[in-house]
DNA sequence: TTTGACCCTGAAGTTTGCTTTAGGGTTTAT
DNA sequence: ATAAACCCTAAAGCAAACTTCAGGGTCAAA
């Protein structure tokens, strides 16, 4: 009947997220239920879904949900004013996840260096930290920006 | 004289964060200065300002404070007990990198849909939202782990 | 028809990651 | 030798993102 639609809990289950917090994304705006019960069960819809899972994977990364909102806001529409405005914004963010990812990469580097300079036993393993490999290269060096 | 050690003020600017914040990493022993003066000011060495670019890097793409301390405790060392331990524990967090990259890919994809469909100036925009880019191709749809 | 597994709201409490406040010492330029 | 620009500690305060609590409704199965 009801197409596909699921109750909170069996979103919080699919999500691995609890329900509290599902109810919190909605007091805060992040994440409006389709639809209500007559008795008041909030009900989400596979759209829900997605839209959840973009906010838990923005999360992941390091966006707040503030930022978050602001991303799923994101939307070019010729009723809405500025076509500018949101290619500002977007290019703006394009520059921030690419930064985000070079960082991962160079963090990716070191734990693979530490990771096999390791024996994986219990004898002999050279003396290496994570920060060492880091430094070698110098790499996370913030020049002022 | 003293090679290059710097006092608090001058850590601060260089990396673009408060003195306030450096030290309270320095309560939750995150970044414990090189030395200090007779007077007890703080002077920092480059190796601790590397340190201190590690831990904002690492912030930045979303590691918690304690993460972040964990993997910079993160060193093979005979001394210590378990390489198998180290090498566990780098490998998950090198799996965990992977996701954040794969994410942050992700997201560059769909903000880049979203800017190229954007005309940049204040008419014929094509309607878009950046979630039917990201729901277009699925992306993001968390499988239970 | 009642019991157990769900769902609701509103408000208070918690943790993390800082920031601010209060009250001082130290250094350096004038 | 004094004022401005720094530095110190300890403790309180704050915002974000949840979590817990208190007190109730709803619904399907036994």
Redesign the pocket.
């Known amino acids: 009947m009801n197409q596909d639609l699921v109750?909170?809990?069996?979103l919080?289950k699919r999500t691995q997220?609890?329900?509290?917090?599902?109810?919190?994304?909605?007091k805060?705006k992040l994440l409006q239920?389709e639809l209500?019960?007559?008795?008041?069960?909030?009900l989400y819809s596979a759209a829900d879904e997605h839209r959840l899972n973009f906010v838990l994977h923005a999360?992941k990364v390091g966006f707040?949900?503030?930022?978050i909102k602001e991303l799923l806001a994101l939307r070019l529409n010729k009723d809405q004013h500025s076509c500018e405005e949101v290619k500002n914004y977007t290019g703006a963010k394009i520059a921030e996840v690419e930064v985000k990812i070079a960082d991962l990469q160079k963090m990716h580097y070191a734990l693979s260096n530490l990771y096999n300079a390791c024996c994986g036993g219990s004898e002999k393993a050279t003396s290496c930290a994570i920060l060492s490999s880091l430094d070698d290269e110098t790499l996370f060096t913030r020049k002022a920006k």
């Open positions: 109750k909170i809990g069996e919080a997220i609890s329900v509290e917090t599902l109810r919190y994304y909605e805060e239920p209500r019960t007559g008795a008041g069960y909030r999360k707040s949900l503030a930022q």
